[in-house]
């Protein structure tokens, strides 16, 4: 599978931002997958951000972004989204996307270790 993650960009604090993440492959089911979004800081190490389940009936997100950020999925077109509102200038990071190694599951998936492909990451600035 390959994942193609875009729409990063260099914003000011309190503007927002929508990272697509397109998944291509023949014979990758996207519609099996948990999807999930990671950050990563300059010197600091990968963080998870948000996760979708397959069917999108559940989403999940680490603290800092709750309430501003919001993931989704348009299985149809084998995308995944990252809406981010609010952003602060501690939201700068390289976003990656990433699935899960495993179909239908949401085993420790928070866990960068549970996810087998990644996109090369876009990168977010959020000035002062």
């Known amino acids: 599978v390959q994942l193609q993650a875009s729409g990063g960009g260099v914003v000011q604090a309190g503007d927002s931002l929508t990272l697509p993440c397109a998944a291509s492959g023949r014979t990758f089911s996207f519609s099996r997958y948990l999807m999930a979004w990671f950050r990563q800081a300059p010197g600091k190490e990968r963080e998870f951000v948000a996760c979708i389940t397959w069917d999108s009936s559940s989403t999940f997100y680490e603290d800092s972004v709750k309430g501003r950020f919001t993931i989704s999925r348009d299985n149809a077109r084998s995308t995944v989204f990252l809406q981010m509102n609010m952003l602060k200038p501690e939201d700068t990071a390289v976003y990656y996307c990433?699935?899960?190694?495993?179909?239908?599951?949401?085993?420790?998936?928070?866990?960068?270790?549970?996810?087998?492909?990644w996109g090369q990451g876009t990168q977010v600035t959020v000035l002062q």
């Open positions: 990433a699935s899960h190694r495993f179909y239908h599951s949401t085993s420790s998936m928070t866990n960068s270790r549970a996810f087998g492909s």
